[in-house]
């Protein structure tokens, strides 16, 4: 089985572009969840998913960051224009369960530095 | 809000030494809760997790972490540690009142010498 795969693994930008990472759940799983880690902080939530619908979307920092999830299989996140506040590592995670948490599989990450 | 802490940010330990990591959590309902592990270079992993019954939890790789209700904790373990077990560590927490969502502590780094 496939794990979660996000693209790119690295991503170097400057302040005032614009960045969209992506995340391929592994298949059949309906729920898709993104994460992010800003430097020796907390892993914190951002939004989730199930199938193409946004559950909670609590976690997003503000109307620079967008994500989607057209047709309920990968997720984008774009974020623009980004500022140097939002580097840091980004994870996507997905889970086959709704309605309890068993635990996800977590993508590698996608590293994110804006200069 | 809720919070999970995590006292200890940077462990250094010899290989055959006891490993404790410390877990608090403030939530006052039901909790599922877990423990993730990154190696370097390596996505997170599930290393255990706990939804219910014995509050004595194992996972893989020799860990184990007790649920202490009583004291909103949920310590990792393991009795004699590896080099292999390098890595930073995360405690979670699930409430169930909520969609799915995890609250992660700041991590552990555990740096085992051999």
């Known amino acids: 089985e496939a794990g979660v795969t996000q693209f790119p693994s690295h991503s170097v930008i400057e302040k005032g572009q614009t960045v969209t990472l992506r995340c391929d759940p592994i298949s059949g799983h309906d729920n898709l969840y993104w994460y992010r880690r800003v430097m020796g902080k907390e892993i914190k939530f951002l939004l989730h998913?199930?199938?193409?619908?946004?559950?909670?979307e609590s976690g997003m920092p503000n109307n620079r960051f967008l994500a989607e999830r057209t047709g309920g299989t990968y997720s984008t996140l774009k974020v623009q224009p980004a500022e140097l506040e939002d580097s840091g590592v980004y994870f996507c995670?997905?889970?086959?369960?709704?309605?309890?948490?068993?635990?996800?599989?977590f993508g590698s990450g996608t590293r994110l530095t804006v200069v | 809000a809720q919070s999970v802490s995590q006292h200890n940010h940077h462990v250094i330990l010899s290989e055959a030494a006891s490993l404790e990591l410390g877990c608090n959590y403030s939530y006052g309902g039901t909790v599922n809760l877990f423990w993730y592990v990154q190696y370097p270079g390596q996505h997170l992993q599930l290393l255990l997790k706990y939804f219910s019954g014995d509050p004595l939890v194992k996972g893989i790789k020799g860990f184990e972490a007790e649920f202490i209700k009583s004291k909103f904790s949920f310590n990792l373990r393991k009795p004699s540690v590896q080099w292999s077990d390098t890595a930073e560590y995360f405690c979670?927490?699930?409430?169930?009142?909520?969609?799915?969502?995890?609250?992660f502590g700041q991590g552990t780094t555990l740096q085992v010498k051999p």
């Open positions: 995670a997905s889970s086959q369960e709704t309605g309890r948490i068993y635990g996800y599989t």
């Open positions: 998913f199930v199938k193409e619908s946004k559950q909670d």
């Open positions: 979670a927490v699930g409430l169930l009142s909520n969609t799915g969502k995890l609250i």
